[in-house]
Structures are given as C-alpha cells and as structure tokens.
C-alpha cells in the first residue's frame, strides 16, 4: 500500500459544479454508441440499419477480436449509422423502444471468486464494458491478447467539475465491484491495484476485497489513471498495465451478476452555461441535449472535462467515457490593453496577474485563447502542473515538435498524461496545444512500432 | 473605449486577412489590434479553457522590473555629468533632464532600429511579432555607456536582432541572449567607445559633439569647457590599480564607497549601475515567477566562492583585482544587472532546476575569473553570461540525461 503524495498540479476553479441529488431522466428517444471514442477499437457492424435490438443486444465489434462488443443502450431500432472520413463510424443511432433485454451469462459472486483467466476474459470482453479498459502505455484499448503486469482501479477524480467517488458510486455497488475484481484479478498475473483519495475513501473501496489499496493526495492530476500508474505500478520491461475506473468496473461487475447489460449512467451537467447544474442518471449514449436540459446562453459543449474532453455538437450524443457534460459559455471578452495592466479581476495560473495573490473562488472561465501562438519558451512553469515523476515538459515537447520520436520516448512521451498534457496547455504563455501533439506522436509511435 | 477600438480593428482589420490587398501586412495589424485589445481568438484543440497569461504580458512583466533600474541611471547620467563639470549639488530635476537627455534618444534608436528590423523579418517570414523584442530593445541600451553614438546603437541593436535571434528563428529558438549579442558586437568592435577612459566622458567636449543628445540639448553651458575629468569605473581603477595594492583603499581614494556603488552613485553604463535597483527588479520577477531565482542565487554565490578563494590565494605581488571582497564584487559593474535581467532570460539560459543552479553559479565564477585574473577586461558579467548561454543546452543535457536514465532504470526494473 502507498499513500502518493502529488505537490505538482493545479485544481482549475471553474464555476458550475453540480449539486444535490441524482435527477432520475426519462429514457431518450434515440441514443448512440461512438465508437470514434476508442483508440485501437475498429468496428464490425453485427445489427444493420433498420433491424431490430434488445437492450444489451451485441451491435458492434472489434474487427481484432469478434468476442469484444458494444451493445445496444436500449431496446429499439438501428436509425442510422454515420460515417464520417473514410467511412468510418462515428454515429451508431438507436431509436428506443419496447423494454426486450437480451440475455447475457448470469454469474454468482462466489463463482467468479478464482474464475480461470480464460472464461473471466471471455465474460469481461461480452460484458460491453471491455471498452471502459484502458491499456497503459498508449492509452488505447486493453488487448485481450496480452496479459497485463497488473491492474489498476482508479476510484478517484480530480478533473474540473467532474463527478467522483462520492457521486458515481453507491452503498448497493459493492457486490458488483467485488464482482469486478474477481474478474480483473484473473485476468492479470500480477496484482489489482485500487486508489482512493486520502481522507476522502468512499465506503465500498473500503469494503471490496483482493486488491492493493493506494491513496493519493494533491491536486489535479493526482486522481488520473495515467499519473496513479506511474507512481504505484508503472509498465516495465515493454509490458502494459490495464487501467478501469471503479464506476466502470461496477457497470462491469453487475451486467455480470445481473445477467443483463448494465446501461445506467449517472453523470453531471456542470459549467456556467448550464441553467441549473446537476446530477443526472440515464443510459449511455444520450443525446446532449436531453443531458443538458436548459442553457443560460450559447455554450461550447464538452463531453468530459474541460482540460481533455472533446467538444460536442447540441444535436450529438454522450461519449462512453464521459462523466459529465460541461457547458462552457461560448464568448470571449477582449480587454483594452490586457498585456500590460495589473488585472485585478482575471485569474491565472501564473502570479502576472494581481488576483492571482488574492483569495478567489470559483472562476468563469472562457474557451479564449488569450494570447498569440508562439515558440516555446521554457520559464520552468510546465514541470509545476507534471505530476509524473522524472519528466522534463519543456524538453520532451521540444523533441516531439522536432519529430524525434527516439527521444520522445526517452524523455517520457509514453509516460505523459493527457491530463497533465492539457495542463501543460492551459498554462502555456505560448499557447501550444500540447494534447494534439501528444496525439501526434503517440499516433507516429503506433505506425512505426 | 474597449468597443471603440474593437469597432475600430473589425473595419480596418479585412484588407490584411487571407486574399485582402495587404495580406503581406498582416504582422504589422495583428501586432498593433493585439496591442490594443487582448486576442479574441477561441480555442480550437487541446484544452478548452487557458491562461490569460501570454508572451506580451511575461515581456512587459520584465520591462517593468526594469525601471527601477531605468530611473536609477537616468538621474545617474545626468548627475554623473555634473559631477566630471564639478557641479556637484545639482538637484534631482537637474539630473533628470540632464540625464534624460543622453538616455531617452539611446532608447528610441534601439526601439526603432530594432524594431524596424524585427518586423521585417515578421512580414517577410510571415510569422507574428515577437514581443522579446519589447525587452530586448531596453536592456540592450541600459548596457550602453551614455556617450555611445546612436548610429552604434542602430547598429547593434540591428545586429542582435537578426544574428543573435531571428536567424534561429525568433524568440524561444536563440541560443545567445540578443541583448548580450548586441553589446558583445559593439563591445569588440567599436571598443573605444565602450570601455575604457572614454566612458565617462559625456561631460567632455569631443562627447559633447560626438553625441547627438548633447548637440541637440546642449550640455548646460560650463559643461564643455571641462575636460579634465579621468572618466574611470569602479571597475577599471580597481583594475589598474597598483599590484599588491588594497583595491578597497583604491577604490576609497576615488571616495566610492560600497554604498555608492550598492545604490549607484558611480560611473557606468546606463542601466547597470544600481545593485539596489536591480534587486528591486529581481524581487518584482521572482514574486511574479518570471525569472529564475534559482540562476541569480547560483550566480551570486558563485561570485562570493570565487572572490573568497581568489582573496585567500592573494599575495602582496598579486593584482589589486585579487583583493576585492566578494560583497563588493557584488556591487560592482553589471554583475546584478546581469544576473537579474540577463542571465535569467529563459530562451538561453537552462531549463532544468538542477541546470540552473550550475548555470547560475558558473556565471559567476566566471565573471570573477575574468574580472580577476584577465587582464584584457576588467569587466566579465557579459563575457560569463554569454560563455554560459552556449554550455546551458550542454548542462540541461545531463540533467535530462540522469532522469531520463532513472527512468528507464525503473522500467527495466
């Protein structure tokens, strides 16, 4: 067991935080799978347009492996699949209705406690929710033909105002994170690592048992994935580590014990461009817009968060991934003479600004660029938002601007977060997008590897 | 008045866009619309929301921890020159006008000179202004004695500019500090003029012709029948004092104090002649988090090691040099201006915490080494710091080079 503590970091003040209770939402009139959300996952259509499907129905699969499926949020009718670039599937619409659920293999608790690796790997990639296993390093995927050194259940979030523990887990939720672990524990040889953050352990990360318990402390991005797997169970010797986080493993652990495919998602509508910030439960692949619910003003929406999340249109849908839908007010205000005057009012991460010395709360944050691009210009202030060890920001995306990969991956390319990469963006005075080049490269690493 | 000038950037702003009549202007209007009005450009990728923090702002930031140092040596000029008249008690406002006169036209030759060249490489390479060039364009005067001829300040400036950072490709991608380049071009060419007896001559007749702000201005009418004066700094008498001799008694013969040069009531450069406005500036960059305290400590304790050492090794045959303590070491000649404003300029100095310690201290070994022990310049902070600029890439490599292989230690674990 570690008890991380990460110094490096930056909780972004942003207003807009959900509140209250989980508002229970009506199930969506269409909802869809996109299966652009998954790195490495090609997909093979299994129910064409205009047929029919049961909720849980198997709709897609990975063109690698046929065992590993999406399936179908609701009961209803394949509307349509769109294609986007070289056709590929970016949309795959249901139109719901009828409540037919298809049934899957029903598991004890009991029997999956010391379940063979073969059939945990077969149960976990029919669940619908293999897609929720990330592999590190690369952040694609999990590959079922490899077996990873060791797993880690990330049960913590630090992004801005994106839903953790205490608002995605419930006390009902043990069994099927039990459930969860069992099967995560077949599937490695080496150890389940689960995190949490210190003084703040949801009751059920207490409870479920077989695994390593961590905590980790600090600021964002002491509760990603990526940084948790570098401090406590980092890749060695050209292995991978699999990471989930603990509300994904519940979905996984109960369509298991259920028997049924486990389509709840409970997520947040946050940011100042949401009328009233919320907790909302529906299934996964609803549209926007019924998440959304009423605006304050013209909004730029995020699935996600808005450090790594990916903008989204009013008329699309919800990603797989996403925890929360931010609505970020979508206008920039210029100011006279902004360079050079002591600005009191504008907060920043840098201590130019006079409010930066002065206590502040929450901040409207907008989606402005603020600044010309221009080349780096390294005043040290990258390494203060990295939070994964022996990293030289400045350094490593010198080399990948230079297309030097051998050196990109000497310096830690692999190892960088997209959290702490889109850190390293919102405070850059040069205003790189460093999330785009971190995709770059990782995208030139998988052509030549 | 925000309105006023955004009504005002959205007519003027078409001709300069993509296919307008003067697209090839189009550096010259973003940098005058982004002058004015903060960028209203959203973002696209990466992350959503950003700092308002950007280049304009961290430059300015420094030219405003410079005017302590500016308004320091604009009274200093002018009360320097009274003082070679040997009209001394002459008030502040004296001093000023004096001194702004030699001062202000410097400034605006590097601004202008500088700036005409900065832009013409924007247009012709189509990129954006850099606004180093805001810093750049005052630090490289404040390193200038008052009586250099403006046509050297154009043309170091000029020289700076493009070989010393535009060649490499604009700010971010030089190697050399452009200022320090642009001093050492006019510092090894027009020798002269820079060092040496001359540089205080400002009060004298052939400064007086030589220098344009004077004929313009005048130098208040007793002024240019004075001539007698020696015009040395510090830093020069100390240098050519006798051997064995105690450079404090030679320096007190001259009635410079340390709290003289500490505030800089001495003879020198423009800019460079205050410790105490230069640490007014360094204070203002480290609280801000601009500059690296981590350079200027290294550097300061690499002067106090370095003097130390040199005035134990002091024997009565040995160069006066030899027997400057470190504090006055300190005080002395551009070392803290330097150290605050030149070396912590974060293009070429290292980058890494642990780089900018050896690169801090190893300038000021240096600047004693060769203030010390060279006897070709009493003077050594630019010689160290631009020496230093060109080993950082070489210290941030083996910086780099120990994480990168604990890295890949703990991955073949």
């Not at chain 1, 029903?106 to 976990?124: C, D, F, T, V, Y």
């Not at chain 1, 609505?327 to 050079?340: K, N």
């Not at chain 2, 070709?376 to 490599?397: K, Q, R, S």
Request: hydrophobic share 50%; glycine share 10%; charged share 15%.
């Amino acid at each position: 067991m570690a008890d991380v503590v990460i110094k490096k970091g930056l909780n972004l003040p942003i207003l807009g935080e959900a509140t209250g209770e989980a508002v229970v939402l009506e199930r969506p009139k269409t909802v869809a799978c996109r299966p652009t959300e998954f790195r490495g996952f090609t997909p093979k259509v299994l129910v064409k347009e205009g047929q029919a499907v049961a909720k849980g129905t198997p709709v897609l699969a990975s063109k690698a492996d046929l065992r590993f499926v999406l399936r179908a949020p609701v009961a209803g009718v394949v509307k349509e699949i769109r294609r986007g670039a070289r056709r590929v599937i970016t949309d795959y619409i249901i139109e719901s209705g009828g409540d037919d659920v298809a049934p899957m293999t029903k598991w004890e608790l009991p029997a999956l406690s010391g379940i063979e690796r073969e059939k945990a790997l077969e149960a976990a990639l029919a669940s619908g929710h293999w897609c929720a296993l990330r592999s590190r390093p690369l952040d694609s995927i999990a590959d079922a033909a490899v077996t990873p050194q060791s797993i880690l259940i990330c049960g913590t979030e630090t992004g801005p105002l994106q839903p953790g523990a205490n608002e995605l887990l419930g006390d009902g939720d043990l069994e099927a994170l039990q459930a969860a672990v069992h099967v995560l524990s077949a599937l490695t040889d080496g150890a389940v690592h689960l995190t949490a953050m210190r003084g703040d352990v949801h009751p059920i990360l207490k409870q479920v048992v077989g695994v390593e318990r961590h905590t980790f402390s600090g600021p964002h991005p002491a509760g990603d994935a990526t940084v948790q797997v570098n401090h406590v169970a980092p890749p060695t010797q050209g292995g991978v580590v699999w990471t989930i986080r603990a509300w994904d493993a519940v979905a996984l652990g109960r369509t298991l014990l259920d028997g049924a495919f486990c389509a709840d998602r409970v997520m947040a509508v946050v940011g100042a461009g949401a009328a009233t910030p919320r907790v909302v439960r529906t299934v996964i692949g609803a549209p926007v817009a019924y998440v959304l619910g009423d605006t304050t003003c013209s909004s730029r929406l995020i699935c996600g968060s808005v450090l790594s999340g990916s903008a989204v249109d009013g008329q699309g849908w919800m990603t797989y991934g996403a925890r929360a839908l931010h609505a970020l007010p979508d206008t920039v205000e210029r100011t006279l003479l902004g360079w050079a005057v002591p600005r009191l009012g504008t907060w920043s991460f840098h201590k130019a600004f006079l409010k930066g010395f002065l206590p502040s709360g929450p901040q409207d944050l907008r989606p402005g660029l603020y600044g010309g691009h221009r080349a780096i210009v390294p005043i040290g202030h990258y390494g203060d938002v990295v939070a994964t060890p022996d990293i030289y920001p400045a350094f490593l995306f010198k080399s990948m601007f230079a297309g030097d990969l051998e050196a990109s991956i000497e310096l830690g390319m692999l190892d960088l977060s997209v959290e702490e990469a889109a850190l390293c963006s919102f405070i850059c005075p040069s205003k790189i997008d460093f999330c785009g080049l971190l995709d770059e490269g990782l995208a030139r690493y998988e052509q030549e590897a | 008045m925000r309105a006023v000038f955004e009504g005002l950037f959205d007519r003027v702003r078409p001709p300069f866009e993509e296919g307008g009549k003067f697209r090839w202007a189009w550096p010259l209007h973003e940098g005058a619309e982004t002058f004015f009005l903060t960028p209203g450009e959203k973002t696209e990728s990466g992350a959503h929301v950003r700092d308002q923090m950007d280049m304009k702002r961290l430059m300015i930031f420094v030219v405003y921890a410079l005017v302590p140092c500016i308004l320091m040596g604009w009274y200093n000029i002018g009360n320097q020159a009274f003082l070679a008249e040997g009209l001394a008690n002459q008030t502040w406002m004296d001093c000023l006008i004096r001194g702004g006169t030699a001062m202000f036209p410097i400034i605006m030759v590097s601004y202008m000179a500088g700036g005409a060249a900065e832009l013409l490489f924007c247009i012709v390479r189509d990129h954006e202004i850099n606004e180093g060039f805001l810093v750049t364009g005052i630090l490289f005067p404040l390193t200038l004695p008052p009586t250099i001829p403006l046509w050297m300040v154009a043309a170091g400036i000029i020289f700076g500019v493009v070989i010393g950072k535009e060649v490499f490709g604009g700010v971010g991608m030089n190697i050399l500090n452009p200022a320090l380049t642009a001093r050492a071009f006019v510092f090894f060419t027009y020798p002269a003029e820079i060092s040496g007896a001359k540089i205080w001559d400002v009060a004298g007749p052939q400064a007086g012709q030589g220098h344009i702000a004077n004929q313009w201005f005048g130098t208040n009418g007793a002024a240019l029948s004075v001539d007698a004066y020696s015009g040395a700094t510090p830093l020069l008498a100390t240098a050519n004092g006798p051997a064995g001799g105690d450079s404090v008694a030679i320096l007190a013969q001259n009635n410079w104090g340390w709290m003289d040069m500490f505030m800089g009531s001495i003879p020198g450069s423009m800019g460079e002649v205050s410790a105490a406005a230069a640490i007014v500036g360094a204070m203002f960059l480290v609280v801000t988090r601009i500059a690296s305290l981590r350079i200027m400590v290294g550097a300061v304790l690499g002067v106090v090691a370095m003097a130390s050492l040199l005035n134990v090794l002091a024997g009565p045959e040995s160069v006066a040099m030899m027997t400057l303590p470190p504090h006055y070491h300190l005080v002395m000649g551009g070392f803290a201006f330097g150290a605050v404003f030149m070396a912590t300029d974060p293009c070429s100095s290292a980058a890494t915490p642990r780089g900018r310690w050896i690169y801090g201290f190893m300038i000021g070994v240096l600047v004693v080494i060769i203030r010390v022990l060279n006897p070709a310049y009493p003077e050594g902070t630019m010689l160290a710091i631009l020496f230093m600029n060109v080993f950082a890439p070489l210290i941030d490599h083996y910086v780099v080079k120990a994480s990168t292989r604990r890295r890949i230690a703990r991955m073949a674990a």
